[in-house]
Nanobody
Framework: QVQLVESGGGLVQAGGSLRVSCAAS????????MGWFRQAPGKEREFVSA????????IYADSVKGRFSISRDTNKNTMYLQMNSLKPEETDVYYC?????????????????WGRGTQVTVSS
């Protein structure tokens, strides 16, 4: 079993920056690709970004390209999402996900483990 714990969420003004982290523990050898998703109440979960095991391949939703940056530290079993130029409509709960696949994916069903999320609130 793998446990994922997000941290770093909070309140930021529009145009500001925030970095969220995801720490993995347990059978981390079962996890390869990792990703970030977000969801607001009453809305569907939305893909944000993903990274493969080596960290050499990353993918982003079109809406965040050029503003968000995903990375991971395999020694620390931690993944990060640096978010810049945040917009009020990006107020969501941000979820970390990890999967057995080696390929970064935007499809939530390809991830096997999920964190409980961290709230990001962007004020206008």
């Amino acid at each position: 079993q793998v446990q994922l714990v997000e941290s770093g969420g909070g309140l930021v003004q529009a145009g500001g920056s925030l970095r969220v982290s995801c720490a993995a523990s347990g059978r981390t050898s079962d996890t390869h690709a990792m990703g970030w998703f977000r969801q607001a109440p009453g809305k569907e979960r939305e893909f944000v970004s993903a990274i493969n095991w080596s960290g050499l391949r990353t993918i982003y939703a079109d809406s965040v390209k050029g503003r968000f940056s995903i990375s991971r530290d395999t020694n620390k079993n931690t993944m990060y999402l640096q978010m810049n130029s945040l917009k009020p409509e990006e107020t969501d709960v941000y979820y970390c996900a990890a999967g057995r696949s080696e390929s970064a994916s935007s499809r939530d069903y390809e991830y096997d483990y999920w964190g409980r999320g961290t709230q990001v609130t962007v004020s206008s």
